[in-house]
Nanobody
């Protein structure tokens, strides 16, 4: 069983920055990929970013490309989402996730952390 603990959410003005963290524990941890999703009020959950655990290859949603950076610290079983140039439309609950399979599915989820960007 994998437990994910998120931190780093909060309130920030437009143009500001936040860094989210997700720490995994509970079992040996070397998944193919980890990532971040978000869900705004009244909207569906959407993909934000992912990174492969071993090689560090990244992929971003178009809406955050150039503003957000995903990274991971394999020694700490932790990954991050550095969010710069935040916009009000980035306001959402952000969830970290882990995918163990090769099919691209997401198997474990964090509890969510609120990010609010004021205008």
């Amino acid at each position: 069983q994998v437990q994910l603990v998120e931190s780093g959410g909060g309130l920030v003005q437009a143009g500001g920055s936040l860094r989210l963290s997700c720490a995994a524990s509970g079992r040996a941890f070397r998944p193919p990929r980890v990532g971040w999703f978000r869900q705004a009020p009244g909207k569906e959950r959407e993909f934000v970013a992912r990174i492969t655990w071993s090689g560090g290859f990244t992929y971003y949603a178009d809406s955050v490309q150039g503003r957000f950076t995903i990274s991971r610290d394999t020694a700490k079983n932790t990954w991050y989402l550095q969010m710069n140039s935040l916009k009000p439309e980035d306001t959402a609950v952000y969830y970290c996730a882990v995918g163990f399979g090769s099919s691209g599915t997401w198997d474990y989820w964090g509890q969510g952390t609120q990010v609010t960007v004021s205008s």
